[in-house]
């Protein structure tokens, strides 16, 4: 076994093949993206961090998903930046198979931390007598702890599926990153299991996780319309709408990359499903769980407050 398998040192990232013209273009507007994605996402992670008011279980686990979107667009957005002003887009082996192993890692990760905010704001409209009990610091800690082990786990057994193919050239990946179906496309050997188990964790962590969300939001809107508060029920129902639009956003992105049939998306098309939820995403969620609630407005006036009488 071992004297058939082919360890290559390298492989090209195709990106998006543009003229020059239009590759200055992305490389600015997505440079702007991701400039945003960071501020973002530290500005969310530095209010909660300076204000105590913010130290409540909805808020950690809005600090735990900035840390994932900062990672998240870090572990590939540069190399695409990188790819879109420079002729060599080639990349190490090893450092090709790590960012697989963190994209997978992240992702899984934010699947996770998302279906357990969903939960937390389900204990809050719902069952607000109960929620210090329910949602206390030891579990949010565990749900935290136990959402990034399990995924990095599951992360270590795609990439440990990975290594054991041969791999042949031409050594060409067709995307901006080193996405995992993208991966596996260089591999001369049968990757049927590697694809069946690609499924089953998707199943795992994408449909799962997306019903447990789509249950807990089903159950606020029916507490939210039993409510006589007009301008309560508006605002709830903006808070719910804005936060599915951003899970529907990420799940369904990521749902038709990795279980709809491949057949039905070109390699293009991929690509830009993979902007998504790399990008698109990491972008979107300050501004849509954070920015906009009065608390964060509150703290971030606080603190310039504080600013300015230093």
């Not at 530095?46 to 735990?64: A, E, K, N, V, W």
């Not at 199943?203 to 939210?224: E, N």
């Not at 508060?229 to 639009?245: P, Y």
Request: glycine share 6%; charged share 15%.
């Amino acid at each position: 076994m071992g004297g058939n398998r082919t360890w290559i040192t390298e492989v090209t990232l195709l990106g998006f093949q543009v003229d020059s013209a239009l590759e200055s273009f992305l490389f600015g507007l997505f440079s702007l993206f991701y400039t945003l994605t960071l501020l973002g996402n530290a500005v969310i992670l530095g209010l909660i961090c300076l204000d105590s008011r913010l130290h409540t279980p909805m808020y950690f686990f809005l600090s735990q998903l900035a840390i994932i979107d900062i990672s998240y667009a870090s572990n590939s957005v540069p190399t695409m930046l990188a790819n879109l002003v420079s002729q060599k887009r080639t990349m190490s082996f090893v450092p090709c198979i790590m960012q697989t192993f963190l994209y997978l890692a992240f992702a899984h990760t934010e699947c996770l931390i998302l279906v357990v905010m969903s939960y937390d704001r389900y204990v809050a409209i719902c069952r607000p007598l109960h929620y210090t009990v329910i949602m206390s610091w030891r579990v949010c800690s565990v749900s935290a702890i136990t959402s990034w082990v399990l995924s990095s786990l599951l992360a270590l057994v795609h990439v440990g599926l990975l290594l054991r193919l041969p791999f042949c050239g031409p050594h060409e990946i067709n995307q901006f990153f080193c996405e995992i179906l993208s991966v596996l496309k260089l591999a001369c050997a049968d990757t049927r299991l590697n694809q069946a188990v690609i499924f089953a964790a998707s199943v795992l962590v994408l449909v799962g996780p997306l019903g447990l969300v789509l249950l807990s939001y089903a159950r606020i809107l029916a507490a939210i319309l039993r409510t006589r508060s007009g301008e309560g029920r508006g605002k709830a129902f903006s808070t719910c709408s804005s936060h599915l639009c951003v899970v529907g956003l990420f799940f369904g992105s990521a749902i038709v990359t990795y279980m709809a049939p491949k057949s039905r998306h070109p390699e293009e098309q991929q690509k830009v499903l993979s902007l998504f939820y790399s990008l698109f995403n990491p972008m979107l969620n300050p501004l849509i769980y954070s920015l906009r609630n009065k608390e964060v407005k509150g703290a971030l006036r606080r603190v310039l407050r504080k600013d300015r009488l230093m």
